[in-house]
Every structure is written in structure tokens, then in C-alpha cells.
């Protein structure tokens, strides 16, 4: 079942930018003027290897299977730690959005980046170089030192080029994360010594695992990956560390980081655990509704616009959790193309927010008025930006929404009554939009507005959902085989209802 | 025929020919004489180093002229190697700590006199050569933690040291006398037959015997209850010096209690097992509250070392259960000497120009010890085993022993303990990155960077390849299982 290449396309998309990255402090220990053009190069490189190794899967329809499969190769003796990297349809659409995001977080922190660019563009790399780590990795400990290796440079992120309070964030972040990440952890390693042979590699271990110990690791995996996504209990770091981060760093955090939570849950609950999860599928439901409401009622009373949209991400994050959990083709397919549009449209709104502040020297909702006269092309973007956020369909992000509403709706029409989040949703977006667009402007203002290049980089956030707007297939396409294997072998856990 | 090599006999006399005669040369060669015990001494390590790895990686045939005392096996090897490779950095890089100290050149010869107790104590099969080599390694750290003899601080820390060091001789001794009344022997195999056969009736002899022992060499495991003058030495003795006893003289203790334990276990494996988790979770626990509070770097480390012995007691635990742990005990061994000896040494560097040892010196050091910074904050991360440096591998690998062993708790209140490690690990980093400083550029001696340097190029390598050391380990392990099964 594996498809192999002889090209090790995936160790490329994981060194390249980390090497790339780990450089940059020798070549431009002097001068500083080129490092924008040469971190745009990289990642240019990076996207068109992205592009090459994600239009393969999506021309030879190979979602369901591990494509351009690395390994097994030892790294840890006969302890079980190899590197096994492989790419389906649920690593495609994160590895393309990574790359992309990463293009357009460079475009953003010409703007908003002024000190310390050697340290923050080696960050950038390295930070992208772990992320694809994450989400291309099969062998659970490599998985979980990517994992850990993403905080790193988000720690120094927050807490050097962060606002106010950015000690207080990144230490915030970083102990949540690192802990939830040590529960998971424990069920690595109680999992690899239930199966025989022992293993960590992910294809080795599918279907091998006894129910006690998944319901043991269902609730490990839960609070690691659940901080991570994040679900609502444990989702208190985000607001601070999304309210401290640079607006291209919040980009990172909304679009990327919260999504390996998603992709864990994925993977790890739905993929290896399917017995648990399809049992105790209505706890994660309902903590994912939970989070949704939580998120949107929240926002409403936000002044400040950037923890608005980090709670709006909570909001969209249950969306993905209850997808994954409906164990539905369209719930899962659901929730990998919500991850995909999510990291779009979120990323616009936190670069916007970021102009903002630039613009009017304020994120607070209620002082910022009349932008669409002082800044017309910032208030255009910002309507674009929260119509996509919204999930209004003339962005694919209505469509991701639609189908997690409808897989729910599958498994019980109870579930209907999540249709009233995005009801929610369009409501503060809308309120803010009258208070910060709409309104009168104050006498004084001055004008100040984007450049075209910002322009532009800013309109390329909104090519992807678009795109796949007019073309679900793109991201469907590669989606939905992973989607057949992971629903079928759900419901087959849970008694063959459907 | 391929001649055979006696390594710690010839280790000994190459370290005892320098230390014995290094004093004396101040009369021969007046004040030159200084750089020649310096070179002197980095020489002798030097060979020793190299026929230890030589001897680590089987690489000459070996073998022991006196089996019965020193048994000549990769296991001692390997841990002499470690105390030897940290008393190399400790000894370099007190050319410039102790630079203007009146009583430099007995300062290195005390260095290889440690050195030579800690070699002994790793390769003994004795009790008694155990305990004479216990006191060798020992008597010299008491005059070196009070080496500042005008600083009180370093006063205290010696006579603390040495007043619970002297009781835990007398306590070993005590054991090991109760241990040859029993089986009418001092050798560990002879022991170990004669413990087979024992009368049911003897057990609780043998028991208390075990629990003498343990509380003998606790004091340099550092294991709770036996840690009280742990925190106190380490700040009061020359930072250097703190090196010495945190990550080598600690690893000897635990080469030693392999032997011991291994030949203890089969007798009442199960309770001695329950008791040492005990010890270990207390020891962990304890060890990273405390080190949460602290507001002096060296006292952080001290007992972030206390929680670091905890780890390492897994290791013992599961020794009667699964490979893993005897694995995780060598490689985690060699990992957290080099990370401790790392942070411990940059911690010296910062005392040494700002003179202080409190957190409050770190805040922005980045700025003006760039070099320092970086070595302290990798060798901190490591010790929080954040992947993909050397310690993460084999906290993981201790870790998974546990689980493998039937402690799953263990494992649990291990993982647990590392992420309450990770806050105050990373305060410091904290405070070295991310906070304001009003002190100027600092120029970073070159021969202590190096070390430094050097040492976190360990970290850095070993963790991209922890292949390399886990086998060595492993082969280690095998080979010694064969020879002493629990």
C-alpha cells in the first residue's frame, strides 16, 4: 500500500528550510539587506516542492495511502525509533498550507518586522521545517520531537517580538503546550509496549491496539492535543499569547499551530483509536460544541479586534473537532478542509489586525472609526477578510463549514442546533465591521494606507479560498480517499450504524 | 600473541604518578611550575580518556589482574570514561576559575585524586575496595568545596560536606560489616552465591545490611532523605568544584550501586523494587519543588541535580525487569553529566565575572555573554529533555524501562516531574533572552568557551545521533546481564 519514489521529497520539505534557516546567522551576520529576498526564495522553493508533491497525490488520487514513503530507518537501535515520513490526504492540505502561509508570513513581516531579522527569519525556517515534520512523521516519537521543536521558536516568537506583556504569554504558552505534550508522550510509549512486536511506527501499530489501553490513551491524547487545538477547558493560553504575538507571528499561531491539534486528533484519535473514539465519540462531540459556543459568545464582548479573531479560531477549532468525531466522510473531510480555509481566512484577519494597529496605533474596536475613509484599501480587505472568516459562501470556508454541519447532522439531527454558531459568528463580525468601517470618521484622522505590495500580499491570503470555492476538488480530491479509509474503518468500530 | 591491557590499573598509575608528585614541583621549578602541573594533569586525563574509550569500545583486549578487586569490564569503563571526561572539563576550566587562588597546584593534584577514587569506585567488586575507594573519592571534594578558605559560604559548605560525609562512611562501613558477617566475605560474587543459599532467618540482616549501604552511597546519589547538604555545598564550593561532585562523583556512586543492586536483587527483588520507586518519585518530586523556588542559579541546579538522581534510580528499579533499564541508567548517565557539567560550568563563568550566582544577574545576558547564553540555555533545555537534544533520548528511554517494568506510575510521575522541570529550566532562558540589562559587554575567556563550546557540541551531536550511545549502552548492558544475572 505504499507508494514509493526513489526522490526523498519529504526529508527536502523538512531540511531545506530548517538548513535554510540554521544559515541565515552566517550569511548575514553584516548586512542585513538581503535577507527578505533570500528568505522569499526559500520559501518559494519550499511552495513549488509543495506544489509538485501535492499535485502528485492529488493526479493519482492517492489520498488513502502514505505517498513518497521515507524509512523505516533506525535511528534508536532496536528501541523502535525510526524515521518513517510518509504524505496522505490529511498531511496534503496542511503541508500546502504551511507553505503558503509561511510565503505569505515573510510578504507580512516586511512591514510589521523591524529588529532582530537574523534571529526571527531562522525562526521562521525553523519553525517551518518542524511544522512539516509534524504532519509528515508515522513514527510517534518523531512526531512528538517535531512536536516539541515547533515550541522553540514560537517561545521566542511571543516573548521577543511580542507587545506588552510577552514574558507572561510565551511562558504561558509554552508550559500549556509542553505539558499537554507530555501526557502525550506517556501514551506513546504505554502503546508501543501493548503491541507486539513493539512499534512506534504509525502503519505498524493501526488496528493492533486493545480497547482498555485506547480508552487510557484517548484521554491522554485528548489533553495534548486538546491544548493544542485548543478545546475550551484548556484553551486559556491562547487569547494571551495571540494578544502579545506580532500579527505575522499570530498568522503562524491561528494558521498552523492550532492545526496539528486538529491533525492529532485526526491521526491519532480517529486513526488509531477508532474503537474508543466511536464509543465515546459523544464526549468529544460535545466538548467540540462547547468549545464552538464558548468561542463565539466570547468574542462578542471583545474590544480588543485580535482577541476577537483568537477566539473566533477557538470557535473554528470545535468545527474541527466534532468533523473528526462524526467518524462521517463528509465530518472529516469536513474538518481537514475547515483546517485548510481556517488557516487562510484567520491568517487575513491577524495580518489585518496588525496593519491596523500600524495604521491607527490601536487594536481596540470601539476607538477605531471610519477606516473606510482614512484607509479605504485596509477597510475593503477587512470586509473580504471577515466575509471569508464569517464563512460566507463566496469563500470555500462556507463549504468546509457546511460539510462538518452536515456530518454532524448525519450522525444526530440533535446536532443541528451548531448551525446557530455561524449565525453567531456573522453577527460580531458584522457589529465590528459597523463600529470599525462603517461608522462616522473622527475629524482629525490621519490617513494612512497599505501599500500596493501589502496590497497584494495581503489579496493572495484570499486566492486559496477562492480557488477552492470554485474548485473543492483540489483539496476534496486528496481529502476524501483518506476520509473513505478512516470513516469506513470508524463505523465499522462502532457497530456498523451509520 | 596480542598483548593485554589492565586498564584501570594503568589508568591508576597514570593518574597517581601526576597527583603524587604535581606538588612537588614548585621546589624543582619555582613559579613556571604552575603551567606544568596544568598540563600536566589535562595530559594524564588525556590518556586516561583515550585508553577508557579504547577499553569502553572493546577495541584491546582486556583483561584483570586483580579480578577479585577490580573487575576490568565495559560497565566500569564506561562510567570512569564519564567522571573522567568531567573532571577534564572541570580541570581546564579552572585555569581561569581558579586563577590567583594561592593554593592552585594542590588544587589540580586534589582534582586527580578525586579522579582516581571515582575510576576505583567504578571498576570495584570489593566491599572494602569499594569503601576505600568511596573515601578516596571523597576526602578530596571536602577540602576542595571549602577551597575559598576566607569565603564563609565556602566554609560552611565544606564542613556540612564533611561532617554527613564522614557519617555516611561510618554508615556504608557499618553495612558492609553486616554484609561479611553474613556470607563471610567482602568479594560481591562470592557474596552473591552465599546469598543464594541464605537461611530465611538471616533476611532481615541482609535487609538492613541493603538499607546501610544505600544510605552510605545515597549521600553521593543524592537521593532523598540523604540531599540535605546538597544545596549548601553546591553554592558554597567554587562553581567548579560544584561540577566535580554534581556530574562525576554522583555517577561513580551510581557505577558502584549497579554492582550492588545487581547482586542484592535476585534475593528480594520485589520489596527492594517498590522501596527504590518510592525513593525515586520523592527524590524527583522533591528535587524540582524545590528547585521552582530557588533564587540563586546554583541552588536551582543543585536540586534540579537531586531531581535529575531521581530519574536515574528508575534505572536501578527496573534493573530485575527489563534491559531498558540498565540502557537508560548508562545512557542517561553519560547525557546528564555532560549537560550538567555544561550548565553548572556556565553558571561558573557568569559567578566569575559578575560575581554574583543570582537569577537576577541572568536577566539579559544574552546581550553581553552571548557565547555563555547560548551553551547555558541548550545545556538547560537538555536537561529538561526537550527533543532533539541528548537528554530527551534518554529520559525517554528511562521512562519506557518504567512502563516495560510494570511502573507505569512511574513513568507517569516522571513526565509529570519534567514538565514542572520545563518552568523553572525556563526561566532562566527567560530572563537570559527576553528581560533588560544594565551590565557592559563581557569578555568571555577563550579557554572556558571552549569548553563550553565544546561540551554543548556533545549535547547537540549526541542528541541528532542518539544511535551511537544507546548502542554502546546496550552492548554494556548485555554484556554485564551475562555476567551478573538479576
Redesign the interface.
Known amino acids: 500500500m505504499l507508494v514509493d519514489v526513489s526522490f526523498p521529497l519529504i526529508s527536502i520539505l523538512i531540511a531545506l528550510p530548517i538548513l535554510a534557516g540554521l544559515a541565515i546567522p552566517l550569511l548575514f551576520k553584516n548586512s542585513q539587506k538581503y535577507i527578505i529576498h533570500y528568505a522569499i526564495l526559500i520559501a518559494l522553493i519550499e511552495l513549488f516542492i509543495t506544489f509538485y508533491s501535492y499535485g502528485l497525490i492529488l493526479s493519482n488520487g492517492s489520498g488513502g495511502e502514505y505517498n513518497f514513503v521515507e524509512g523505516p530507518v533506525?535511528?534508536?537501535?532496536?528501541?523502535g525509533?525510526d524515521y518513517l515520513a510518509g504524505m496522505d490526504g490529511l498531511s496534503g492540505p496542511l503541508v500546502l498550507i504551511t507553505s503558503i502561509l509561511t510565503l505569505l508570513v515573510i510578504f507580512g513581516s516586511r512591514d510589521l518586522i523591524e529588529d532582530r531579522k537574523v534571529l526571527y527569519f531562522s525562526m521562521i525556517f525553523l519553525f517551518q521545517g518542524s511544522i512539516m515534520g509534524v504532519f509528515t512523521q508515522l513514527n510517534m516519537?518523531l512526531f512528538?520531537?517535531f512536536w516539541?521543536?515547533v515550541?522553540?521558536p514560537m517561545?521566542?516568537f511571543i516573548?521577543?517580538w511580542g507587545g506588552p506583556r510577552?514574558?507572561y504569554a510565551?511562558?504561558k504558552f509554552?508550559?500549556f503546550t509542553?505539558?499537554g505534550s507530555?501526557?502525550m508522550?506517556?501514551a506513546f510509549?504505554?502503546i508501543?509496549?501493548s503491541v507486539s512486536p513493539h512499534s512506534f511506527n504509525i502503519p505498524e501499530i493501526a488496528g493492533k491496539i486493545p480497547l482498555s489501553l485506547q480508552i487510557i490513551s484517548s484521554v491522554l491524547f485528548f489533553i495534548g492535543f486538546g491544548v493544542k487545538l485548543p478545546v475550551v477547558p484548556f484553551h486559556s493560553w491562547l487569547p494571551d499569547a495571540h494578544v502579545e504575538a506580532p500579527a505575522p507571528i499570530s498568522v503562524f499561531l491561528a494558521g498552523l499551530l492550532l492545526k496539528m491539534g486538529g491533525y492529532g486528533f485526526l491521526r491519532f484519535n480517529i486513526g488509531l483509536l477508532p474503537e474508543a473514539s466511536a464509543q465515546y465519540a459523544w464526549i468529544f462531540i460535545l466538548v467540540g460544541i462547547i468549545t464552538m459556543f464558548y468561542g463565539a459568545i466570547v468574542a462578542i464582548v471583545q474590544t480588543d479586534i485580535k482577541k476577537m479573531i483568537a477566539l473566533t479560531s477557538v470557535s473554528h477549532m470545535g468545527f474541527v473537532l466534532v468533523g473528526a468525531f462524526t467518524g462521517t466522510i463528509f465530518g472529516i473531510s469536513g474538518s481537514v478542509f475547515q483546517m485548510f480555509t481556517h488557516a487562510a481566512a484567520v491568517g487575513l484577519m491577524f495580518m489585518l489586525s496588525g496593519y491596523l494597529h500600524k495604521a491607527t496605533g490601536t487594536r481596540n474596536i470601539t476607538v477605531i472609526k471610519g477606516l473606510k475613509f482614512s484607509s479605504p484599501r485596509l477597510a475593503t480587505l477587512l470586509i473580504l477578510g471577515s466575509m471569508a472568516a464569517m464563512c460566507i459562501p463566496i469563500f470555500s470556508s462556507f463549504i468546509s463549514e457546511y460539510m462538518v454541519i452536515v456530518g454532524a447532522i448525519q450522525i444526530n439531527p440533535i446536532y443541528a442546533l451548531i448551525v446557530a454558531v455561524p449565525a453567531i459568528t456573522v453577527g460580531y463580525f458584522l457589529w465590528m465591521l459597523r463600529r470599525v468601517v462603517m461608522s462616522d470618521p473622527k475629524s482629525n484622522v490621519k490617513k494612512w494606507d497599505l501599500s500596493n505590495v501589502s496590497t497584494i500580499a495581503l489579496v493572495l491570503y484570499l486566492v486559496p479560498l477562492v480557488l477552492t470555492l470554485i474548485a473543492p476538488w483540489l483539496i476534496l480530491d486528496v481529502v476524501n480517499p483518506f476520509s473513505t479509509v478512516y470513516a469506513a474503518n470508524f463505523r465499522l468500530m462502532s457497530g456498523g450504524a451509520a | 600473541m596480542q598483548p593485554k591491557l589492565d586498564t584501570p590499573l594503568v589508568v591508576l598509575v597514570v593518574l597517581t604518578s601526576v597527583a603524587v608528585t604535581s606538588p612537588l614541583y614548585e621546589m624543582i621549578f619555582g613559579k613556571k611550575s604552575l603551567k606544568y602541573v596544568q598540563y600536566l594533569t589535562i595530559l594524564s586525563l588525556l590518556v586516561s580518556l583515550i585508553l577508557l574509550i579504547s577499553s569502553t569500545l572493546s577495541l584491546t583486549p582486556q583483561e584483570s589482574t586483580v579480578p577479585h578487586l577490580l573487575r576490568n569490564d565495559t560497565l566500569g569503563s564506561f562510567f570512569s570514561f564519564i567522571v573522567i571526561l568531567v573532571t577534564l572539563f572541570v580541570s581546564i576550566t579552572s585555569f581561569d576559575y581558579m586563577k590567583g587562588n594561592p593554593n592552585e597546584r594542590v588544587y589540580y593534584s586534589l582534582l586527580l585524586f578525586t579522579a582516581i577514587g571515582m575510576t576505583m569506585l567504578c571498576f570495584a567488586v570489593d566491599l572494602l575496595v569499594i569503601f576505600v575507594a568511596f573515601e578516596l573519592m571523597s576526602l578530596p571534594t571536602f577540602i576542595l568545596a571549602g577551597y575559598n578558605k576566607q569565603d564563609k559560604l565556602s566554609n560552611e559548605a565544606a564542613v556540612k560536606f564533611f561532617i554527613l560525609g564522614a557519617l555516611s562512611s561510618g554508615i556504608l562501613l557499618y553495612g558492609i560489616s553486616i554484609m561479611f558477617g553474613i556470607t563471610g566475605s567482602t568479594n560481591l560474587e562470592v557474596i552473591s552465591q552465599s546469598l543464594t543459599s541464605l537461611s530465611p532467618d538471616m533476611l532481615p540482616f541482609v535487609i538492613f545490611s541493603t538499607v546501610s549501604m544505600l544510605a552510605g552511597l545515597g549521600l553521593k546519589l543524592s537521593i532523598v532523605p540523604f540531599h540535605m547538604w546538597i544545596p549548601d555545598t553546591y553554592e558554597g564550593s567554587p562553581t567548579t568544584v560544584s561540577t566535580l561532585l554534581s556530574a562525576a562523583t554522583k555517577k561513580a556512586g551510581f557505577a558502584s550501586a549497579i554492582r550492588i543492586f545487581a547482586v542484592i536483587f535476585p534475593l528480594f527483588y520485589f520489596d527492594l523494587s517498590l522501596a527504590l520507586a518510592i525513593i525515586a518519585l520523592v527524590t524527583m518530586t522533591l528535587g524540582n519543588l524545590a528547585a521552582l523556588t530557588q533564587k540563586s542559579i546554583t541552588r536551582m541546579l543543585a536540586y534540579s541535580s537531586i531531581a535529575q538522581a531521581g530519574y536515574l534510580l528508575i534505572g536501578i528499579v527496573v534493573l530485575p525487569y527489563t534491559n531498558l533499564g540498565l540502557i537508560g541508567l548508562l545512557y542517561h548517565s553519560f547525557n546528564h553529566a555532560i549537560l550538567q557539567a555544561t550548565a553548572f560550568l556556565a553558571a561558573g563563568l557568569v559567578r566569575l565575572k559578575t560575581s554574583s550566582s543570582s537569577l537576577d544577574s541572568y536577566n539579559g545576558l544574552s546581550k553581553v555573554m552571548p557565547i555563555t547564553s547560548f551553551c547555558l540555555a541548550l545545556s538547560l533545555l537538555g536537561l529538561a529533555g526537550i527533543p532533539p537534544l541528548n537528554g530527551f533520548w534518554s529520559k525517554l528511554i528511562l521512562f519506557s524501562a518504567a512502563v516495560d517494568g510494570g511502573y507505569a506510575w512511574l513513568a507517569l510521575a516522571g513526565l509529570v516531574n519534567t514538565a514542572i522541570s520545563v518552568a523553572y529550566y525556563l526561566l532562566v532562558i527567560k530572563r537570559m533572552y527576553m528581560d533588560e540589562t544594565s551590565i557592559k559587554a563581557i569578555k568571555e575567556p577563550f579557554i572556558f568557551i571552549s569548553v563550553l563550546v565544546f561540551a554543548t557540541a556533545i549535547i547537540i551531536v549526541t542528541g541528532l545521533l542518539p544511535n551511537v550511545l544507546y548502542d554502546i549502552a546496550e552492548d554494556i548492558t548485555i554484556s554485564f546481564l551475562a555476567n551478573n544475572p538479576v
Open positions: 533506525k535511528i534508536l537501535g532496536n528501541f525509533i516519537i512528538y520531537v516539541d521543536l515550541l522553540i517561545f521566542l516573548g521577543i510577552k514574558r510565551a511562558m509554552f508550559l509542553f505539558v507530555v501526557f508522550l506517556l510509549i504505554l508501543y509496549f
